[in-house]
T-cell receptor
């Protein structure tokens, strides 16, 4: 039982490049979330999903897209990376009426 | 919209001393409240949560928190701090069914002096 895993752990992009972050959970959780963490700002919700095939915007969705084609996976895409997207990205999942469990994070640098 | 305030950015305590980290929230309904801890380079680990019932909740690692509706607070406490407690602590409030979406505070960095 691996819990919540994130791929990759680190990535460096140039401005304008695209990439996809993968979040996987093996707990059969319905809900999944993507957050970004920046110094002094805590965690902010980017997008979330309440079930397979559904997604919704969070607090800071601009510049990101997501997909939840399979229940266990939640992908976060950056179509044209910008330096302002340099951050640590965390994925989380939870079952109904339970707490969120977090992955180890992906550190992204955009040059 | 809900919000969380953690007024202390940094706190330093001596090992063995007591600890209280402050958290104030703003939410229009009954809140779901959480405390998470993050060690350097790691993800977030749940310390404790409040959904309903007893306003004093016990968590892991000897932590507890008290929900005070009249003060809109959910302060985290530990009677005797250990050096391994040095980390960043985040308070969060949940909105939606079962705390669907979390809003986090900006965190409190705890340093423990030996």
């Amino acid at each position: 039982n691996a819990g919540v895993t994130q791929t990759p752990k680190f990535r460096v992009l140039k401005t304008g490049q695209s990439m996809t972050l993968l979040c996987a959970q093996d707990m059969n959780h319905e809900y999944m979330y993507w957050y970004r963490q920046d110094p002094g700002m805590g965690l902010r919700l980017i997008h979330y999903s309440v079930g397979e095939g559904t997604t919704a915007k969070g607090e800071v969705p601009d510049g990101y897209n997501v997909s939840r084609l399979k229940k266990q996976n939640f992908l976060l895409g950056l179509e044209s990376a910008a330096p302002s997207q340099t951050s640590v990205y965390f994925c989380a999942s939870r079952a109904v009426a339970d707490t969120q469990y977090f992955g180890p994070g992906t550190r992204l640098t955009v040059l | 919209a809900q919000s969380v305030t953690q007024p202390d950015i940094h706190i330093t305590v001596s090992e063995g001393a007591s600890l209280e980290l402050r958290c104030n929230y703003s939410y229009g309904a009954t809140p779901y409240l959480f405390w998470y801890v993050q060690s350097p380079g790691q993800g977030l680990q749940l310390l404790l949560k409040y959904f309903s019932g007893d306003t004093l909740v016990q968590g892991i690692k000897g932590f507890e928190a008290e929900f005070k509706r009249s003060q809109s607070s959910f302060n985290l406490r530990k009677p005797s701090v250990h050096w391994s407690d040095a980390a960043e602590y985040f308070c969060a409030v949940g909105a939606g069914g079962g705390g669907n979406k979390l809003t986090f505070g900006t965190g409190t960095q705890l340093k423990v002096e030996l």
